[in-house]
């Protein structure tokens, strides 16, 4: 792996625990972040990374649809790679509003490989170089009780979220086949952690309990998600740069299978113990049973043999002590939560629940 990276979306969620991780496992490599800065993007994730590590790392606000500005970082970079976060992500924001969806995560997918094609392999591009597509499980569509998705379950998406990185996981393995780009994908499983923005489940709820606010749970509440710690899911990312084959996809999960109602319960009870909440003060009564999600899937499930045989990663994070780190971390990081929730968050929260 040669030293410059550029990674995509690096001012969201999973994308700046990346880039945290990277600078301090891997001390020779440097980091471009390329993010758009939507509402769900903040430089603020990065901000502490201190002069160590944030001497070899590079901040650019810009779009990857922006073909010039691509680039031109690849002309005054000597990237050995890139990885892509960046996408439109949550479900319920495609429900409502899925042509952001189609522009990003599919016409940004594009233009990105695009420009790969056009730099790669030119002088000033690095001799190895891979292109890593950060995908989703949810491209496989649901399971029901039994059985897991390997990768070479047939996709079969549901909502417009799904459809899109679908449609991106496509384009990435034609540029593959046809112009031989070094690209690979990963579809991970739901990942929980630090700097997650609240309006995904487990950080929606953490917020919702302290200030006492409902807690709505979608249908019957026993719909299934495969939890992945953040930074387990950035090592296997970190392998499979360095050690995966192009043209290749590894499924990444965490082996932590739970419905949705035990994760609201086991929020409740962390809570409780934190804010001396109990009797009829616990927060068990802040649940409610509200309107499901259209197309909900009912089960999500990772087989990731691949992964584990053939690179040698799994997760190294234990699903209740994570789950505990990520409470505490929201805890003691309200001042993070109210700097990412702007007029925009207040709307979407009013807009999504209104009438579930
Ligand atoms: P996120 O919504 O927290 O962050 C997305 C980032 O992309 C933001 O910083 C945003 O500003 C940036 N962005 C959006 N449009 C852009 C554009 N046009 N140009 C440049 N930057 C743009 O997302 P996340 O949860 O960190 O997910 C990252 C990736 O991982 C996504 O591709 C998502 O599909 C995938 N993924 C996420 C999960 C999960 O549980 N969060 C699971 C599986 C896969
Ligand atoms: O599986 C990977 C996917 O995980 C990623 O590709 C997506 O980017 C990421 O957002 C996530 O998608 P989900 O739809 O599974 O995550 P979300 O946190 O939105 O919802 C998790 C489950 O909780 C899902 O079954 C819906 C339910 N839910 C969610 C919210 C926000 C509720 O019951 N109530 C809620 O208020």
């Not at 709820?205 to 899911?233: C, Q, S, T």
């Amino acid at each position: 792996m040669e030293n410059y990276l550029l990674v995509t979306g690096g001012a969201g969620f999973i994308g700046s625990n990346f880039i945290r991780r990277c600078l301090s496992v891997r001390p020779d490599w440097c980091i471009v972040n390329l993010d758009a800065l939507t509402y769900a993007g903040n430089p603020a994730n990065l901000e502490d990374l201190g002069p160590n590590l944030a001497a070899r790392y590079q901040f650019i606000h810009g779009d990857i649809k922006d073909t010039a500005l691509i680039d031109r970082i690849f002309s005054e970079h000597d990237l050995g790679g890139i990885v892509h976060f960046a996408a439109e992500s949550h479900v319920d924001r495609s429900i409502v509003g899925p042509e952001a969806f189609v522009d990003t995560n599919v016409t940004g997918t594009f233009r990105l490989l695009e420009a790969s094609r056009r730099n790669w392999g030119k002088g000033n591009v690095k001799k190895f170089f891979r292109f890593l597509h950060v995908s989703t499980d949810e491209v496989y569509g649901s399971l029901g009780s039994h059985g897991y998705f390997t990768e070479e379950t047939a996709y079969d998406p549901s909502s417009p979220y799904s459809a899109s990185k679908a449609a991106s996981d496509h384009f990435v393995k034609a540029y593959f086949r046809t112009y031989g780009l070094p690209a690979m994908i990963t579809n991970c499983s739901n990942n929980y952690g630090p700097y997650q923005f609240p309006e995904k489940l487990i950080p929606l709820m953490i917020l919702n309990i302290i200030e006492e606010r409902p807690l709505p749970v979608y249908g019957d509440g026993k719909n299934i998600r495969d939890w992945l710690y953040v930074v387990d899911h950035c090592d296997a990312i970190i392998k499979v740069l360095e050690e995966g084959r192009p043209g290749e996809t590894y499924n990444i999960g965490g082996g932590a299978e739970r419905e949705n109602i035990e994760i609201v319960r086991l929020l409740c009870n962390l809570m409780d113990t934190r804010l001396g909440r109990s009797g009829d003060k616990s927060s068990h009564r802040l649940i409610q049973f509200v309107a499901d999600r259209p197309g909900h899937d009912r089960r999500y499930a990772i087989d990731a043999t691949k992964i584990k045989n053939q690179l040698g990663w799994k997760p190294g994070h234990e699903f209740e002590e994570a789950i505990e780190a990520t409470v505490d971390w929201y805890i003691n990081n309200l001042k993070w939560v109210n700097s990412v929730r702007s007029g925009e968050y207040r709307k979407w929260i009013e807009t999504n629940y209104q009438g579930r």
